[in-house]
């Protein structure tokens, strides 16, 4: 008997990152197969995080992979269902794009949470900048002990999920401004600089101990 194709050698690689069949991802399925797919689904799922997604996520109920997304067993394949779901809706995707989860919820199959993407583009998004992102919402203080709240947070920053200290940018503009001028600021100098713009923003008493 023949053998079957080998996957990479390199454990690394999982088995649902090996390159897309596309005759695992047909753009039609038949009744039976559709009516077993949708019945996987529970459309109302809780509402994306992010502000890019429209309506809720539609949770895939059935078998995932450890990486969280679901697989369907279809016609002797084993497609992701969140893939297949985006080809029933827009058509076949070149098999050199990823489908990435625009709503970071990855047992969603919402093709309106989903978009093809390059695996580059797929890697910048994905799981290091989510867990970054939660480690800065968690943040409370910058390292100079600057509370992390409005109005000290760069306005940028907030629209893109990030919790930057205002105080502490402002004093490295200053920095900038005064080494272009010869003048080095040291440490010291830099958190006096820093702490004035933080009782500039949130007020004289700011940094006073009770």
Not at 171 to 200: N, Q, T
């Amino acid at each position: 008997m023949p053998a079957g194709p080998s996957l990479p050698h390199n454990p690394s690689i999982r088995r649902w990152q090996v390159k897309a069949n596309p005759a695992n991802y047909p753009e039609q399925l038949t009744e039976k197969e559709s009516g077993l797919f949708w019945m996987k689904v529970n459309k109302a799922g809780p509402w994306p995080l992010q502000k890019n997604c429209q309506g809720k996520c539609w949770t895939w109920t059935a078998g995932r992979v450890n990486e969280g997304y679901g697989r369907f067993y279809l016609r002797g394949g084993k497609p992701l269902a969140h893939r297949l779901s985006y080809v029933l809706r827009n058509g076949s995707v070149g098999d050199e794009l990823k489908i990435d989860h625009l709503c970071r919820n990855r047992s969603c199959v919402n093709p309106d949470h989903l978009e093809p993407v390059t695996d580059a583009v797929n890697t910048r998004r994905g799981r290091l900048p989510l867990v970054a992102g939660k480690s800065m919402l968690a943040r409370t203080h910058c390292p100079r002990g600057h509370l992390l709240n409005a109005p000290n947070l760069r306005a940028d920053d907030v629209k893109h999920g990030r919790r930057g200290c205002l105080s502490c940018a402002r004093a490295r503009s200053k920095y900038h401004d005064f080494k272009r001028r010869g003048i080095i600021l040291d440490p010291d100098d830099f958190r006096r600089v820093s702490d004035a713009f933080y009782r500039e923003i949130m007020g004289p008493e700011a940094l006073e101990t009770p």
